[in-house]
């Protein structure tokens, strides 16, 4: 059941990047400063990028790494609910001396899978994500992260390399803006995953071990949904997704916000969290640039349609059809995109490519050419142009226009220049023939005289 699940989010992702608005990249301007070194802030609804900055530089994303983490633990595990880990002394010793974020699990804990997705989401603890990693990965933390690299592949992601399953510092540990954004959209698809990043805090229990039946609390590190951890980032249209730090990668945070019907993601690379003495910043611009930009979203910007199925976009000459010599061509499908709201809609272009004419019959729904629109150099979608409406075709036009092509053809012509020539010839050479005719008579006349 659960690999049917991972094939068809899968298809849908890819689908979805590949249908006309998951393709525009706009990337408005902005009349604010942001901290972060790469920024892209995606609409939902459409798929559509509206703002980006160094979205392909490489960055260390830090604990945003436990996305992906969580994608491959999701699809490996059957029953996350029901499937116990224990914990071992090997998680605990590999994180010793690292400076990790941790979530308070300890040696000999029997926890479900699940809640150690919750140690791992919650509170960013690199042992909950160290002990998912040699589960799945059957005693071998490698493995995990060769089937994370390999995820990062299949969903498409072409600047993204892995080399562990939390996010501490390593040179060969990367992604970019844009690639995250693409496993955080589909990690979005996931069960539980945006219940588990949207939570504040929880109390949990674990299921075995030294400490079981202890109650222990679970508190988010995102700013930007918990009121009291941090109250001037804190955003009341944010929910979710996952924080991330060290001095290397600088402050990351990948977040959504929903406001008014439109939601939106944003991906938030490298703020700066030490200054150039190496003392911790207490800024996190990574807040700052995420709620500004969600701001800047949900003021400026709205739903656009631009191409509706009932609308026609141009017409195209139609040939033998009885008493009709056009055919209104109308968008395959509708288009709606996100445009800032003082952009007229005559501003808009709409570029038809078709050929300069075609012939009946045409059934309602063929496909005849495309029309691309586009803004500012910037092509928004193409979309397939369709016949709108279904025409026969009379052969009487038909047969007409084919003896038209027939005694307008060059080879005909040809024929008949030649047939004429001949004609021609066959003349001359009678007229010469008559008169020699004609003296062969006189001389034989005057002969018998």
């Known amino acids: 059941m659960k690999k049917k699940l991972v094939c068809f989010l899968s298809v849908v992702l890819t689908v979805w990047l590949l249908l006309p608005q998951g393709a525009f990249a706009a990337s408005f301007q902005i009349d604010f400063d942001t901290a972060c070194d790469a920024l892209q802030l995606v609409n939902l609804d459409t798929g559509t990028v509206v703002y980006e900055k160094n979205a392909d530089k490489r960055r260390e994303p830090a604990s945003t790494t436990k996305i992906m983490t969580y994608i491959v633990v999701y699809e490996n595990v059957e029953d996350p609910d029901n499937t116990t880990v224990t914990i071992s002394e090997k998680i605990r010793d590999e994180l010793l001396g690292t400076g990790s974020s941790l979530s308070g699990i300890e040696v000999g804990d029997v926890l479900t899978v699940k809640q150690l997705l919750c140690c791992m989401m919650i509170p960013s603890g690199n042992d909950a994500a160290l002990a998912l990693a040699d589960f799945v ?41 844009r690639d995250l954004a693409i496993i955080t959209q589909y ?41 009291n951890l941090d109250p001037q980032y804190y955003y009341q249209y944010a929910q979710g997704i996952k924080t991330g730090s060290h001095d290397q990668a600088g402050y990351c945070l990948v977040s959504t916000a929903t406001k008014n019907g439109m939601s939106y993601l944003c991906v938030a690379l490298g703020a700066p969290s030490v200054d150039e003495s190496g003392n911790r910043i207490s800024e996190h611009g990574e807040c700052t640039d995420s709620i500004n930009l969600y701001e800047w979203a949900f003021g400026n910007l709205g739903f656009r349609t631009l191409a509706d199925t009932e609308d026609a976009v141009t017409e195209i000459e139609l040939r033998f059809a009885w008493n009709k010599d056009t055919l209104l061509l109308v968008p395959q499908e509708s288009f709606t995109t996100i445009l800032p709201d003082d952009i007229s809609s005559s501003s808009i272009l709409a570029t038809p490519n078709i050929p300069d004419y075609i012939e009946a019959p045409v059934k309602k729904g063929d496909v005849i050419g495309t029309v691309t629109y586009s803004y500012a150099d910037q092509t928004l979608a193409t979309i397939n142009l369709v016949a709108g409406e279904s025409v026969e075709r009379s052969e009487l036009l038909k047969s007409a226009s084919t003896v038209k092509d ?10 008949v220049g030649v047939i004429l020539f001949l004609v021609v010839i066959y003349i001359i050479l009678a007229l010469i023939y008559n008169r020699k005719k004609k003296k062969l008579r006189k001389v034989r006349k005057y002969k018998n005289m």
């Open 137 to 177: 990965g059957g005693g071998d933390v490698q493995k995990f992260v060769d089937m994370m690299n390999e995820k990062a592949a299949e969903l498409g992601c072409t600047n993204t390399h892995f080399m562990n399953p939390h996010g501490l510092h390593d040179d060969e540990h990367y992604t970019t803006a």
């Open 187 to 227: 990690a979005m698809m996931l069960p539980d995953f945006m219940d588990i990043t949207n939570t504040t805090n929880i109390y949990y229990k674990p299921y075995g071990g030294p400490d079981a039946e202890e109650k222990r609390l679970l508190v988010t590190t995102n700013r930007l949904i918990h009121k």
């Open 406 to 415: 027939i005694v307008t053809s060059t080879w005909f012509l040809a024929i």
